[in-house]
């Protein structure tokens, strides 16, 4: 199908006759600016008539929009139009709204006359934050039976949004369904008597899914991310409607970014937590300078879990919680004291991440395996989970408390965590102990496993400390067996040490930005515990 064909579809008269011919258009009162850049690259691909979502494609002339559901996240990227920002950050307004008004009246002809899979009502949220917020690239036509066509579908959706949100699933989805229907009430002509009950909405909704200090429930890290755009868009629509947000608003958006912060390496990209991977740090740059909010990283965070060190440079993220509940993240992660370490922009210990929110090739036996214990950078006893994977790929029983002590002096940072994950099956308390030299030069730890409850080891259980390192990392055994050097293309090299165990160099992967396996390597610390418990100690110290 070519370009004139999907300039056609758009026009007024095919429009008309499913919405009517002498109604008034609305208007839009404020337009909201997005101050997020989008992906060039993406942009660059809807030009050529390609449809591009992590490693999936489509040809735009192609596309039925009449057969796309709702199941896959590259049909809901579709429905969802973020995509407009990526086609702002290629393509000039004339340029970009010629191909942006094809596209919104092919769906407006397949969507908008019926209520289907597209009006889900966080589908219909983020529609309304990027319509509105792109409503150049979408409402410059001439055509006047189209921008009647959009804006009042728009204001239907608004409406069904508002309705519905309280349906969705909560937490990221139920925020952006109320997110949508209250930046309809601040832009849409007339929406400002709904206003208080949107802000009463989305405020519930924020409560239901967001700890006190600023994370989300389903302690991800990309949707974390998410929640930050969500939010900064929503801000963006305040501003253009010269209305103050509330205070309560303000104060969890900037508690999120907080939250964000808080699980960021040195390299501006994320940990590699519940299943995500680092993403793009460009993206992530753009995000926090694009979303309007400034805050410190998150150090001590109870509710959303994640314990942040750093010192000159040198930055450790833990996982301080349980893996989160299975109705805020259906695939969380067996992660519980695991660690992420980075000197400057270099990256050194990491966990094997995960696919992340955007379609990638991994098969599901590799993505059951990186939400495993031993895809992490912790203690794994036995080959086994520290919270059960059950075949049906949700959480079943393990950590349910984590206990954190913390504190900080002239010379370090110390962290103290233990888990009950292993008390069921093997009457041991896993206990890490973490100490960060404030010249950031020395990480000292020790993993312990203390006795506790009825259950006892027979006579002894197999344990590996491992500690997965960063594609590019190499590790080179000591003559002693006991420790390794470790040599990066972005760091002085570092020392390995431990004690109390036998010390091994092995293979491992990580997913890297895009959801794509590179080969890496892991140190891995083995030996064996008996029912009293035991040690393992060890050291990672910069060579300069």
Sequence with gaps: MSADRLRHLAKGSLLSRLFGQGRQPLRLVAVPRDHVLGDRARGDALLAGRFRWGNEERNLPEIDFGDIGAATELDRAIHGF????????????????????????????????????????ELWGERILFWTAYAPYILSSRDSGYRSALLNTLARGARHAEAQADRASPGLARITAWSGALVAALTLQGGLSRLSRCESGLMRALASAQFEDGGLMSRSPSE???????????????????????????????????????VTMGDGALSSWQGGNPGDPGRMATLVEGCGLRARPL???????YQRLSALGTIIVVDAAPPPAARMASHGCASTLALEMSDGAQRLVINCGGPGP??????????LALRTTAAHSTLVLDDTNSTAIQPDGSLGKGVSDVTIDRNEDNDCSRLEASHDGYVRGFGLIHQRRLSLGNDGKEVRGEDRLIARGRRRIREAAPYAVRFHLAPGVEATLTADGMGAILRSPGAPPWNFRCRGAMLLVEESLAIDGRGV???SLQLVVVGEVSAIGGEIAWQFRRSS
């Design 517 to 519: 396996p590179v080969g």
């Design 299 to 305: 150090r001590h965070a109870r509710g959303w879990g």
């Design 358 to 367: 955007v379609p990638t090739s991994l098969p599901d036996e590799l993505v």
């Design 82 to 121: 973020s995509w407009l920002r990526d086609l702002a950050a290629s393509a000039s307004r004339e340029k970009g709204a010629r191909l942006a008004e094809a596209i919104a009246g092919r769906w407006l002809i397949a969507h908008g006359s019926r209520v289907d899979e597209a009006w889900a009502p």
């Design 224 to 262: 974390q991310m998410l929640l930050v755009d969500r939010l900064g868009l929503v801000r963006a629509a305040y501003f253009a409607a010269k209305q103050p947000p509330p205070e309560a608003l303000e104060n969890s958006a900037a508690a999120a970014l907080a939250a964000l912060h808080g």
